[in-house]
């Protein structure tokens, strides 16, 4: 149960962080935001990662490689296209 | 050993928090992307080395595998941004469902004692999350891809949403039983159709909203790709994953809001109540006629102004126009006329893709202006000229209840002292309302596609505008 607990703690208190920092993000870059933190929240790629690689039955191994494949894909294009799209916002 | 784990974890933290505050401004935000990359790559690092990995030929083709669709992903043209954002929500879902179906049969097989009440209440909701955002979010990409078999209006059926409900209901109610009997001999086949209705729900979810709805529904599922990130740390008992899942949660949640906001909706109407259908044909007193103006009267009316506000819409997009509106930017500045872009929050087809598109086409950021900035400033306008934009500066929206954009804030366009106006047709836009500001009297009407008229546009003003 302290495991929920602590878990609980940082929950609330990211979740907060990332209200606050949102909160202040220009508004011109709503689009890059977007495809930003979805290839932070692709962190899911270490779940993927441990299911891919320990030693577990097949069947487990190929949905976490499934999984590995969907979360690397939204990391390369994730950051990539957050790059090319930040790349154009000149001031003159 | 444990603790290099445990600073490599705070460390990656640190830099996606980082890499969202340096977003707050177009000057510091690639410095974001930097931070983002390092600390993706030391978590994956460290996940990597770990001992209990021992089969590293399927993580290096998956990896492989997404790099080689990931790259083509990221180089589509911006046009296509909304889809492939879509796409990414029902990829960041799909993980996370499947890392939670292959957790719990793990437990289930070898070690049912580690299916705590606790565990298993977070992977339940992990799987219904990740499987309703792949399929939801497919289902809305498909809609903005005008994929063909995935209908574009809004389906609706007496019932739906208690049939919605019930599906979701259902899913829910048998998460609490597998919570309650872990070990039940039902178990696995409880928790398969969990996430078969997950599934099934999230392409109910989508089926009924509309496209003027898209960047609420974009911003909503976002929400879900991140809780069920946050999920997923709970299951994993990682700090790591529930701090990052939080942090695009919580984007999620305030561009939702914001996008509510500026439709004046709220969440439940967005996904409830299904926007877009064609309106009754209620409010048709009077029938004004539009008034057309000629390129020549419109050039001669843009060189005249001291200043122009120039609101864009979707219509601009689809036309590709974007060029040739900054073409006309160059023209008119050139003249000394003062020429400002408003964004209306809601205008594109995700939050702030207008801004992303006037950026490609080398608009100086400066001159974009939101709608609250600009909104003062319209009376004092001598030019507003809109193209391809139609319910964000219908005026019906401040006044006529039976509209479904009524309280919807606009972009005053018809208090400008002269309004132009490029329309492809003289259809009614998406959310199929007739827009009484084509027919105000100091508005002038340009038909035709928005590329195609600009380019005669800047044609008028000579080799000035090109450089």
Same mark, same amino acid.
């Given at each position: 149960m302290t495991d929920f607990g602590s878990m609980l703690f940082v929950f609330v208190l990211a979740t907060f962080i990332g209200l606050g920092v949102i909160r202040r993000v220009?508004? *011109? *870059?709503y689009t890059p935001l977007m495809s930003l933190t979805n290839a932070i929240s692709a962190i899911a790629v270490v779940g993927s990662i441990v299911v891919t690689g320990a030693d577990y039955p097949r069947g487990i191994r190929i949905l976490g490689a499934i999984a590995l494949f969907a979360s690397m894909t939204n990391i390369v294009s994730g950051f990539l296209i957050t790059d090319r799209m930040l790349k154009m916002f000149k001031k003159q | 050993m444990h603790l290099i784990g445990e600073l490599s974890a705070v460390l990656a933290t640190a830099l996606f928090i980082f890499a969202l505050y340096w977003m707050n401004d177009p000057k510091t935000a690639r410095r974001g992307v930097i931070a983002g990359v390092t600390g993706m790559t030391v978590a994956v690092l460290e996940t990597w080395i770990q001992p209990e990995i021992v089969h590293h030929g399927w993580i290096v083709a998956a990896i492989a595998a997404g790099f080689l669709v990931g790259v083509p992903l990221s180089q589509v043209p911006l046009t296509a941004v909304p889809q492939r954002t879509a796409l990414s929500h029902a990829f960041g879902g799909l993980a996370a469902g499947l890392v939670g179906t292959a957790e719990y049969f793990l437990w289930l097989g070898e070690n049912s004692a580690q299916l705590t009440p606790f565990r298993m209440s977070a992977l339940v909701i992990e799987v219904i999350l990740g499987f309703l955002t792949f399929t939801g979010s497919l289902m809305a990409a498909g809609k903005l891809q005008e994929v063909k078999w995935i209908p574009q209006r809004p389906v609706t059926y007496p019932g739906q949403n208690l049939v919605n409900l019930a599906v979701l209901g259902l899913a829910v109610g048998l998460g609490v039983a597998l919570v309650l009997h872990p070990h039940a001999a039902w178990g696995g086949q409880a928790f398969i159709a969990i996430g078969a209705l997950a599934l099934v729900f999230g392409v109910l979810l989508i089926i009924p909203i509309g496209g003027a709805d898209m960047p609420t529904v974009i911003s909503i599922l976002n929400a879900y790709a991140g809780l069920a990130a946050v999920a997923m740390g709970f299951v994993l008992n990682s700090k790591l994953l529930v701090t990052a899942g939080a942090l695009d949660g919580s984007s999620g949640l305030i561009l939702s809001i914001i996008m509510c906001r500026a439709m004046n909706r709220s969440f439940t109407n967005v996904l409830f109540g299904a926007f877009g259908k064609a309106q009754p044909a209620a409010l048709k007193g009077e029938q004004k006629e539009w008034k057309q103006e000629t390129v020549e009267g419109a050039a001669q009316l843009l060189e005249q102004a001291r200043n122009v506000v120039i609101i864009p819409g979707y219509g601009m997009a689809v036309a590709q126009a974007q060029h040739k509106v900054r073409e006309l930017y160059d023209a008119l500045t050139k003249r000394g006329v003062i020429v400002k872009f408003a964004i209306h929050p809601v205008a594109g087809r995700m939050p702030g893709h207008m801004n992303v598109l006037l950026a490609e086409a080398n608009i100086p950021y400066s001159a974009l202006v939101e709608m609250d900035e600009i909104n003062p400033e319209m009376p004092q306008t001598d030019v507003a000229l809109v193209i391809g934009a139609n319910d964000v500066v219908n005026p019906a929206a401040r006044y006529n209840k039976g509209t479904p954009i009524y309280g919807m804030p606009i972009i005053d366009a018809d208090k400008a002292k002269t309004v132009l106006a490029v329309k492809r047709s003289k259809n009614p836009g998406f959310a199929g309302i007739d827009n009484e500001l084509y027919v105000g009297d100091n508005t002038w009407m340009l038909f035709g596609d928005a590329k195609a008229v600009l380019g005669d546009l800047v044609k008028q003003f000579g080799s000035g505008g090109i450089h």
């Open positions: 220009s508004r *011109l *870059l | -």
